[in-house]
């Protein structure tokens, strides 16, 4: 028998929590409430826990703390954590996602937009899960580059269509970068440069560590990164591009010691105006190459915005 994905609804309001819990299993999800941080936060603890739609405002310890705890915790930290909150603030739902949130919904509860998104969330899960018993070769054949660890193309399309039919859904911003390496410069000319991939896997470290835990990074093709920014407008991708490329230009990589270079593209979508992931991708490299063409440039911003914006 397939086991049912079980999700905890923490919510201070009794009777929404009830609601709530008795429309997911309406959708065959077993579903738990639990009304403040600590009972959340031991519910959790005591295992079995798939998805929990969290609610900030709880009257003992705040839903970000109680995020912030699960995600530290390795018996926890795998849980979706979906924000359900009145609090509809940009900064507030930027919160959400750097502590490790992958979702965010807005009170009032709609029932099928929490359905949609606890779907979502489900799907992803059982896509690791059922990755989780296939051999790691396997799993990196198929979408992770075994060279960088980073995800590959194969990936990086099939996610970043989920993110442009989310973000259409639900007209919020989404961004996505093309970073390519270029230009190694030996430090001990004798020595030489490092090799290429030696170069290639350290700088797709650096990345990892400078993203967050809900960004999709990928090795898009021999010398090209590419990153999606959930949630992140044309400010914030700049300013992302911007500390990539301090950080890259500023590392020793390697042996013999070498310095690299990176020039970046990127695109931003607004109120969910990209249309595909290849639009996304296309406009991505547009704005790569421009920068290219330009090198003093560094970096190149477009944006893809409603036809009737007037921008």
């Given at each position: 028998m397939v086991q049912r994905?079980?999700?905890?609804?923490?919510?201070?309001?009794?009777?929404?929590?009830?609601v709530l819990?008795?429309?997911?299993?309406?959708?065959?999800?077993?579903?738990?409430?639990t009304h403040n941080g600590q009972d959340t936060l031991d519910v959790c603890f005591g295992g079995g826990i798939d998805i929990l739609l969290l609610d900030i405002g709880l009257p003992d310890i705040d839903g970000y703390e109680v995020c912030r705890r699960l995600k530290a915790n390795p018996a926890t930290r795998d849980i979706s954590i979906i924000f359900v909150t009145a609090r509809g603030h940009s900064d507030d739902v930027q919160k959400g996602y750097a502590l490790g949130a992958v979702d965010y919904i807005p009170k009032p509860y709609n029932l099928p937009m929490v359905m949609v998104r606890v779907n979502s969330a489900a799907r992803t899960r059982q896509t690791l899960v059922s990755f989780s018993f296939l051999s790691d070769s396997l799993v990196d054949n198929y979408y992770t580059d075994a060279l960088t660890g980073l995800r590959n193309g194969r990936f990086l399309?099939?996610?970043?269509?989920?993110e442009v039919d989310g973000a259409g859904r639900y007209n919020h911003s989404l961004s996505?970068?093309?970073?390519?390496?270029?230009?190694?410069?030996?430090?001990?000319?004798?020595?030489g440069s490092a090799p290429v991939d030696d170069l290639l896997a350290e700088v797709g470290m650096v990345i990892r560590?400078?993203?967050?835990?809900?960004?999709?990074?990928?090795?898009?093709?021999?010398?090209?990164?590419?990153?999606?920014?959930?949630?992140?407008?044309r400010r914030d991708v700049v300013g992302y591009a911007q500390k990539m490329q301090q950080v890259v230009t500023k590392t020793i990589f390697s042996d013999p010691p070498t310095r690299v270079k990176l020039t970046i593209g990127t695109v931003s979508s607004t109120n969910g105006a990209a249309q595909g992931?290849?639009?996304m991708l296309g406009a991505a490299?547009?704005?790569?190459?421009q920068a290219k063409s330009q090198p003093g440039l560094g970096i190149v911003a477009r944006t893809i915005t409603p036809p009737d914006s007037g921008e």
């Open positions: 994905i079980r999700v905890c609804v923490a919510d201070d309001y009794v009777d929404e929590a009830t819990c008795e429309g997911l299993r309406l959708y065959d999800y077993d579903a738990i409430a399309m099939e996610r970043l269509q989920e996505c970068l093309m970073a390519e390496l270029d230009d190694p410069q030996a430090l001990d000319q004798q020595l560590n400078m993203s967050r835990s809900f960004d999709i990074l990928a090795r898009y093709d021999t010398f090209l990164f590419a990153v999606v920014l959930p949630h992140a407008d992931a290849d639009q490299m547009q704005s790569l190459l």
